[in-house]
């Protein structure tokens, strides 16, 4: 899922990494369902975090 190297992720970024679109990733940290780390003007997303969100996602196992 996410690069092994990279710390932190943008915006557009962390919505690569989780395969969504920009304003969703808005939209989940407003909801504070995806935590964000401020970097000056900017949200960031721990590469930790993008991988706790996408393993909390219901599978279609459980669904």
Do not use: C, I
């Not at 990279?6 to 962390?14: E, F, I, K």
């Not at 909801?31 to 969100?53: F, H, N, P, Q």
Request: aromatic residues 6%.
């Amino acid at each position: 899922m996410t690069d092994s190297n990279r710390v932190l992720y943008d915006r557009d970024g962390a919505a690569e990494q989780l395969s969504t679109s920009a304003r969703r990733v808005d939209d989940l940290r407003r909801a504070r369902l995806l935590l964000a780390v401020r970097d000056g003007r900017e949200w960031k997303y721990t590469a930790a975090e993008l991988r706790r969100y996408a393993e909390s996602l219901p599978s279609s196992e459980s669904a």
